[in-house]
């Protein structure tokens, strides 16, 4: 076996454990995901949220705009593993792009589907859909619960036309 052949191999068995590791990072990183197709009026829309996990210690709290998100004991606490790290709508497969600032500072999401807000608080949370009256719109509802001292619900009203808003309470105790 010659220099070159060997140097070949040496690449080939570099490549396929970096592939092996970074598709197995990926897959790890994605921990929980709701998904729903729902029918408002005569058009289907399809529902993606996934959680990711995060590293407390490299979260720039300064960036974080939503206090009412991270009440507990003052500060931003270190147990926090998860955030909402993808928020994909499709309306008619035309998709809505939601913006990041509308998900990306919700953390420890509750990704359960529930069917009707009894069973939010039986869940300890969970993800609510319900299309708009007008067929226009769809409100998403979900409660997060954490152990150790709060939670919050968060509603995103998503229209049709890709407006958005969202509305959060933290007086869940």
């Not at 606490?77 to 990306?104: A, C």
Request: net charge negative.
């Amino acid at each position: 076996m010659t220099v070159y052949s060997k140097l070949i191999k040496f690449f080939t068995i570099v490549c396929i454990f970096l592939s092996c590791t970074l598709n197995s990072a990926a897959k790890s990183a994605e921990i929980n995901k709701f998904e729903k197709d729902i029918n408002v009026g005569p058009d289907t829309v399809h529902i993606a949220i996934t959680s990711i996990l995060i590293n407390p210690e490299q979260i720039d709290t300064s960036t974080i705009d939503t206090c009412k998100i991270l009440p507990c004991l003052g500060g931003f606490p270190s147990d926090l593993t998860q955030r909402i790290g993808q928020f994909d709508v499709i309306w008619n497969e035309e998709p809505i792009h939601i913006q990041k600032s509308l998900y990306e500072d919700c953390f420890t999401p509750v990704l359960n589907e529930v069917e009707g807000m009894w069973e939010l608080s039986e869940n300890k949370g969970g993800i609510l859909v319900l299309p708009g009256k007008e067929g226009q719109s769809i409100l998403i509802m979900m409660q997060s619960f954490r152990a150790a001292c709060c939670g919050y619900t968060v509603w995103w009203i998503i229209e049709k036309d890709g407006q958005q808003t969202r509305f959060i309470d933290d007086s869940i105790p």
